[in-house]
T-cell receptor, first 113, second 119 residues
Framework: QQQVKQSPQSLIVQKGGISIINCAYE??????FPWYQQFPGKGPALLIA?????SEKKEGRFTISFNKSAKQFSLHIMDSQPGDSATYFC????????????FGKGTKLTVNP | GAVVSQHPSRVICKSGTSVKIECRSL??????MFWYRQFPKQSLMLMAT?????????EQGVEKDKFLINHASLTLSTLTVTSAHPEDSSFYIC???????????????FGNGTRLTVT
């Protein structure tokens, strides 16, 4: 059973465009939803995270939108740049519990110049 | 801050030998560290939760006798792949959070991974 479903699997965007990656979860005990960026051969780097008590969080060009009733959250990358080309993972955990992160399958983003 | 260091970054070993991977939290203390495994172009799969001063907790399907975890201090956890075989070749990544972080949530920070190749 996949607890966090991520889509699309791959995404190609032109420079300056908006990249949107979606995730859905099933476990209502999840209370922490981070997004990670991973470059080839490197570990994931925390990009931005949100708690379910807010519907949106913005940090620079990156925004998380969160819909608690639908159990969905998404990452928006505004003004996408070639340097944003990487694999993005959504994740979820129950911080009040074990803190174990459950990851989505990842989205490979390619931003064309 | 919140740097997690992994060593080595790459290791090649012969089948049947053991390999130790170190995970250190450089500027914070971590009572809990997590070990993940990632196959090419796939997601991260949690292998085990490493608890300082106690036994690790392994995920279903992970052989604890094959993947030995030791968390002897608040800044160091080690993963030893025993009697490695080619199918153990993978990218192993550790993560940790700062247990002194009293914010609403404690972000997990990841090391840069260890690429293990078993020949």
């Amino acid at each position: 059973q996949q607890q966090v479903k991520q889509s699309p699997q791959s995404l190609i965007v032109q420079k300056g465009g908006i990249s949107i990656i979606n995730c859905a979860y099933e476990n209502t005990a999840f209370d922490y939803f981070p997004w990670y960026q991973q470059f080839p051969g490197k570990g994931p780097a925390l990009l931005i995270a949100i708690r379910p008590d807010v519907s949106e969080k913005k940090e620079g060009r990156f925004t998380i939108s969160f819909n608690k009733s639908a159990k969905q959250f998404s990452l928006h990358i505004m003004d996408s740049q070639p340097g944003d080309s990487a694999t993005y993972f959504c994740a979820a955990s129950n911080q009040g519990g074990s803190e174990k992160l459950v990851f989505g399958k990842g989205t490979k983003l390619t931003v064309n110049p | 801050g919140a740097v997690v260091s992994q060593h080595p970054s790459r290791v090649i070993c012969k089948s049947g030998t053991s390999v130790k991977i170190e995970c250190r939290s450089l500027d914070f203390q971590a009572t809990t560290m997590f070990w993940y495994r990632q196959f090419p172009k796939q997601s991260l799969m949690l292998m085990a939760t490493s608890n300082e001063g106690s036994k690790a907790t392994y995920e279903q399907g992970v052989e604890k006798d094959k993947f030995l975890i030791n968390h002897a201090s608040l800044t160091l956890s080690t993963l030893t792949v025993t009697s490695a075989h080619p199918e153990d070749s993978s990218f192993y990544i550790c993560s940790a959070s700062n247990h002194r972080d009293n914010t609403n949530y404690r972000p997990l920070h990841f090391g840069n991974g260890t690429r293990l190749t078993v020949t």
